[in-house]
């Protein structure tokens, strides 16, 4: 089998609960995604996506991943993507970095994998170990009483996993982190995650409030250094995501920051083949898992399911199934999350029929 073509696509992804917000005044009301479908000589595609969080939440943008896409595709002409040690060796090769541009490429290439052998991607990457596991959905930073009733209400909907958005006054953060809790029960998860928003001197600050309540901290300051020195000390678990985007950092997580678990995305470390690497180091590390990415919708829903669905249970800590957070339904609005829980699909590849209508015309296709 040989690629013979890539087509990349634009589309917009709206969030569902109004407007997006973060510290540091971060917000989304759409984000710009990206759509990639390979496309082979014996007719079957695998598709990916890539969808930012604005462009200063990590470095990367929209138009760089097109760009970045354009030198990718051309080098992938004729490569067999079933071949996914070479198709990321070819990768590497084109491109230094660029790894948010590799990713959906790369998934992309596993559903064509999973299509070609008529098995789940599930099935090639160890196997279904939750038919079902807890999702969790991300609180928008707001007032106390705000988030407390985000969480309430989506409780309703059997959610009961929650990362809140904190970063900004220490103080205020404590609070809304307080009401966070008390919307929910002895079941309830909370992480604050403060997506790198606070200076060391706050976090410090936050770390003290924080303390005794039942909450994890996530990627209290910008860098790895800063998150070891604010959460020195402190008896809180703490999750790192911005800062590690390779295995050295995961053991500087682990045996310098303390750190209990790592929020893996598929854009930071060039796609699905190296997240599940770093999911089973994390595993052997007797670390949690949190497997994610920026944003989307429907594929890259599926692609996470399958991660999800193929972790250990007692290690799988936090996954959301963004097309329960966005409008970016181009599969027909799946997977689809019931009362709380999300499974694998079962079709081939990521096993997710993508509308092409939807998208329309693509910006841009290279070919032989």
């Known amino acids: 089998m040989k690629i013979v073509a890539v087509e990349v696509y634009k589309y917009e992804v709206g969030y569902a609960h109004g407007t997006y917000i973060m510290s540091g005044d971060r917000v989304a009301d759409t984000e ?31 138009e760089g991943i097109r760009t970045a896409l354009r030198d990718l595709a ?10 996914i040690a070479k198709v990321n060796r070819v990768m590497n090769a084109t491109l230094m970095g660029q790894e948010f541009a590799k990713s959906p490429i790369d998934i992309a290439c596993w559903d064509i994998l999973g299509k070609s052998l008529n098995r789940p991607i599930s099935a090639l990457i160890g196997g279904v170990l939750n038919d079902q596991f807890p999702i969790y959905e991300a609180v ?56 790198g928003g606070w200076s060391l001197a706050a976090a410090k600050l936050a770390f003290q409030g924080l303390a005794g309540l039942p909450v994890y901290v996530e990627q209290p300051c910008r860098t ?42 598929f854009g930071k470390l060039g796609g699905l083949t190296n997240l599940v690497k770093a999911r089973d180091l994390l595993q052997e590390l007797n670390m949690a898992v949190s497997v994610e990415d920026m944003w989307g919708g429907d594929i890259i829903t599926a692609a996470t399911s399958h991660v999800a669905a193929t972790t250990r249970p007692e290690s799988l800590l936090m996954t959301p199934f963004f097309n329960d957070w966005t409008d970016g339904h ?39």
């Open 32 to 62: 710009d995604g990206t759509v990639v479908r390979v496309r082979t000589d014996e007719g079957i595609d695998g598709w990916g996506e890539i969808t930012t969080l604005g462009k200063v939440y990590l470095p990367t943008f929209p």
């Open 74 to 83: 051309a080098a992938l002409i004729g490569v067999d993507p079933t071949n």
């Open 140 to 195: 928008p930073l707001g007032s106390p009483a705000s988030m407390g009733e985000f969480i309430a209400e989506r409780r309703k909907a059997g959610i009961n996993r929650f990362q809140l958005k904190v970063g900004n006054n220490p103080h205020d953060d404590v609070a809304r982190t307080r009401a966070s809790i008390e919307a929910g029960d002895e079941h309830t998860v909370i992480v604050a995650d403060s997506n």
């Open 224 to 265: 790895t250094t800063d998150c070891i020195l604010a959460a020195r000390g402190s008896s809180l678990p703490l999750v790192l995501d911005e800062s590690i985007v390779n295995h050295d950092e995961v053991y500087r997580a682990k045996y310098e920051a303390n750190a209990v678990s790592i929020n893996l995305k």
């Open 330 to 368: 181009l599969a027909g609005y799946l997977p689809r999350s019931v009362n709380g829980f999300g499974s694998a699909p079962t079709g081939a590849g990521l096993g997710i029929e993508v509308d092409v209508e939807k998208l329309g015309q693509p910006l841009f296709v290279v070919s032989a």
